[in-house]
C-alpha cells in the first residue's frame, strides 16, 4: 500500500466509497443528502490542508484523509483530520496507515496536538483504532448525533498530543 497526495483524478474514485459512506448517516456529520460538487469541495483541500489516498499495487484507491488546522488564528497550532475506507478494504490496515501517515504529517508541520471533533460513539472500529494511536476520548457531546437505526448518541471529541 501507498499513500500519495490525491489528485483530481482521484475524485471519481473517493465519491464511490464517500458517497455511500455519507448516504448511511452512520459516521459522517456531513448532510445525507449532500452533493458530490459540494462532498469534493469539503474533502479535496486546498493548503494549508492536504488531501491524499491510499492505494494498492495497481493504484486502485483504498481509502482517503483529509488533514488540515482545526482552527485558526491562536489555535492554529491544533491539527484535525478526518479518513475513509471503502468498505471493501476495510479491515486490512488501512484506516491505521492512513492515521499515521496524518500524525507524521502533523508533527513534521509543526502541529502540537491533533482533535478529532466529531468521533461517533457508536463507530467502535474508529474509536478503538484511534485509541490505539494515542487518542484520548476529552469530551463527549450526548445526544450529539442522530443515528439512523440507534437514535440519538454521543459525538466523541479524540485528542492527541503530538
Known amino acids: 500500500m501507498m499513500i500519495r497526495e490525491a ?3 482521484d475524485w471519481a474514485a473517493i465519491w464511490r466509497f464517500q458517497e455511500g459512506i455519507v448516504r448511511a448517516g452512520e459516521t459522517y456529520t456531513y448532510p445525507r ?7 469534493r469541495g469539503m ?3 486546498e493548503p494549508p490542508g492536504r488531501t491524499v489516498v491510499a492505494v494498492d499495487g495497481d493504484g486502485t484507491v483504498l481509502g482517503t484523509a483529509k488533514m488540515n488546522p482545526n482552527h485558526m488564528g491562536p489555535a492554529s497550532h491544533i491539527a484535525s483530520a478526518s479518513f475513509m475506507v471503502a468498505p471493501e478494504h476495510g479491515g486490512r490496515g488501512v484506516g491505521r496507515a492512513l492515521g499515521e501517515h496524518v500524525l507524521d ?3 513534521a508541520e509543526g502541529y ?8 461517533v460513539e457508536t463507530n467502535t472500529r474508529a474509536v478503538a483504532l484511534w485509541r490505539s494511536l494515542g487518542f484520548e476520548v476529552i ?5 450529539g448525533f442522530h443515528h439512523p437505526e440507534k437514535g440519538y448518541v454521543g459525538l466523541h471529541i479524540m485528542h492527541r498530543r503530538l
Open 7 to 9: 489528485t483530481a483524478e
Open 33 to 39: 443528502d449532500i452533493t458530490e460538487e459540494r462532498a
Open 43 to 45: 474533502w479535496l483541500l
Open 105 to 107: 504529517w502533523a508533527r
Open 112 to 119: 502540537r496536538a491533533m482533535q478529532f471533533n466529531a468521533v
Open 139 to 143: 469530551g463527549t457531546l450526548p445526544e
